[in-house]
């Protein structure tokens, strides 16, 4: 058995299998899904894993990747690029997004907040809650003054420097922090002024 690594059982070109099981997966054949997570599985698990550096990361990113395969297979346009090429890409995306958002929630400072990447996921209470904490961070950062909102977005977000910042916004780097000190404080008092008003409407519903 060969030791390959590359994408689709180790045939790094590809192989019209996979352009096969999209347009079977397109018209709605999850034995086609199903063949589809056989042959390639497993290396979005491992380069999932490796790239955000825990397995556990590696197993959900092959299931929202999945996820999307199933709603999106009549996208896929084999003239355009190989099936594993457009596999791994949404792969590679999910991993950007998983990444980008943890690195805003550690800036922020809402380490105690669940895991929150908008997916295809359907359903279950775990991703109900994720995505009803994820508008609350988008409801926060929307009351930010306009200038501690560009502020905190350029920094999280866009990984620029408070320097970089500084000359982005027309501004100098020691108002860039003082933005960015206004913009973490008041943030995490929105979010949790807004959690304590959902958690009030939940108890008063039950």
Not at 41 to 58: K, S, T
Request: charged share 30%.
């Amino acid at each position: 058995m060969s030791g390959r690594g590359a994408p689709g059982d180790g045939d790094p070109h590809g192989h019209p299998e996979d352009d096969e099981l999209l347009a079977r997966i397109a018209a709605g054949e999850q034995r086609a899904l199903r063949r589809l997570v056989e042959r390639h599985g497993r290396g979005i698990r491992l380069f999932a894993a490796r790239f955000l550096g825990n397995a556990a990361d590696g197993e959900d990113v092959a299931q929202d990747v999945f996820v999307a395969v199933w709603k999106h297979a009549g996208r896929f346009d084999p003239s355009r690029a190989r099936a594993t090429t457009w596999i791994y890409r949404i792969a590679a995306n999910r991993c950007v997004d998983l990444r980008r958002w943890r690195r805003f929630r550690t800036f922020i400072g809402l380490d105690d907040v669940r895991e929150l990447v908008p997916t295809d996921e359907p359903g279950g209470d775990d991703r109900i809650g994720a995505r009803q904490d994820l508008a609350l961070v988008r409801g926060g950062l929307a009351r930010l003054p306009e200038r501690q909102r560009m502020a905190l977005l350029l920094r999280a977000v866009a990984d620029l420097d408070v320097p970089a910042i500084a000359v982005a916004m027309g501004s100098t780097p020691g108002s860039v922090e003082q933005l960015l000190v206004r913009a973490r404080r008041s943030l995490r008092a929105r979010l949790a002024e807004m959690d304590g008003v959902a958690a009030d409407g939940q108890r008063s519903v039950s």
